[in-house]
DNA sequence: TATATTAGACAGTACAGCTACCCAATATCC
DNA sequence: GGATATTGGGTAGCTGTACTGTCTAATATA
């Protein structure tokens, strides 16, 4: 297909296609002449993963470009390495860590004991490190006396989380759709997550101190467990 | 104090102060003449809150405003109140919903049948409820086959978080005070929470892979189970 | 009284993410 | 085979965000 129909198929302004080329986001089509080129699924598909990752995930151009890079380049055969190397992804945009090129690992004294608490296995290098160290000195400036040792729930829950986020991978055997997977599960996954924690929160809210404003009509007597009405 | 206190203490430059003052992020000092004001402790607080939300959460100053507000306005007395509030708001930043604001609830077929079997109570105007069925949406068209379904047992995890959460304020009497703890724990721990998830992604991938290319030596033998080493 | 600081207003800057336009080459329709 | 439309490639421009710098008159401080 050529760009035009790239782009109703799309959705995606064929100006914009153009600029996604220009940045690196999306590979080149395969050129049959001097001002003509030929696009497949394989671009369709890559500018839907371009559109969900700045989309509905809100990442910067440039960070998606360093997602998407990282799921092609290297060898795919390595479903660990690959995997590893999607996982250590932190796409630069809100909350990135100082070091661009995350040659150097910083310091991170309170995620070193938070890893080692939970007899974890990460690398040095992982950006998400700084992230928790430098959320946990934020929120100590203002005054909520948190260290890792505060953490350590929510990292069990983490865990948790992170099994069931490899589960999905399971039944996936090409390396490279077992890296496009993961970045899916990874990125586009965490506001729907972080969606469910709000909810969650409002319903928690609501057992515990009454019914919400926002809400005409609730059954009384609401439970404290789980289990369903 | 002056300005210029209020900036060496705070870090922020005199003239993004005076941008803040503008937007309304930060109420106006106590005028003691016509070109001069007095700013107190709860100035510092309130900018330190703003560049947690803008830094290392990476809202917009918009979005910033929206979540200032909103624990700033309504009566505080009541507790509910208050967090409904804190959580039914959406920082309109990345993966906003549509409707700027929130006064029609939008159709969310699939988190109204999330909810329903979770047993949750959550306003229809809880703007979380259009992020679930949009990222679900997204998945499906990246050909994820996902529905409300998957999501539950990260549902049933998001209510545990959601506890701890809650947990954390339990210890707080003033409403406001609440309020603003409900902000610091819904918002600035959102990127240690997701870095967090990252760094379990890592280890449980080395766990079922093999080692991680970024680390030269592991211990032999990893568990499957949780206990420390 | 001299110097520095301040509030308030507004213009200017830097960057991101597109968007519009141009041109020569190519495809397509008649 | 000629007219018309589309394309790739390049550049310039536009819009919005988050500041930053400058100016002025009023006020504080030495």
């Keep these: 297909m050529r760009i035009s129909e790239l ?28 001002t003509q080129a030929e696009y ?8 839907r993963l371009i559109r969900a990752l700045t989309g509905v995930r809100g990442l910067s151009v440039a960070a998606a470009k360093q997602v998407l890079d990282t799921i092609a380049e290297e060898d795919q055969t390595d479903t660990h390495h690959v995997l590893g190397l999607v996982f250590g992804v932190w796409p630069s945009g809100s909350s990135k860590p100082e070091t661009a090129d995350g040659q150097v690992p910083v310091e991170c004294p309170e995620t070193d004991a938070l890893v080692d608490a939970m007899g974890w296995t990460v690398s040095t290098y992982n950006p998400a490190r700084q992230v928790i160290d430098r959320t946990l000195e934020t929120l100590r400036s203002l005054g909520m006396e948190q260290d890792w040792r505060s953490l350590l729930p929510y990292a069990e829950l983490a865990a948790r989380t992170a099994r069931l986020d490899l589960d999905q991978l399971e039944t996936l055997k090409d390396p490279l759709e ?28 609501i057992v515990r101190y009454g019914e919400s404003p926002s809400l005409a009509a609730l059954q009384p007597g609401r439970r404290r467990a789980d289990e369903h009405e």
Excluded: W
């Design 178 to 205: 077992k890296a496009e997977r993961a970045v899916l599960l990874t990125f586009v996954l965490e506001p729907a997550l972080m969606a469910l924690r709000r909810l969650a929160q409002e319903d928690e809210s």
């Design 40 to 47: 497949d699924d394989s671009h369709l598909r890559r500018l």
């Design 7 to 34: 782009s109703r198929r799309s959705g995606v302004p064929n100006a914009t296609i153009k600029y996604y080329l220009r940045e690196g986001l999306l590979p080149p089509g395969r050129a049959t002449a001097q």
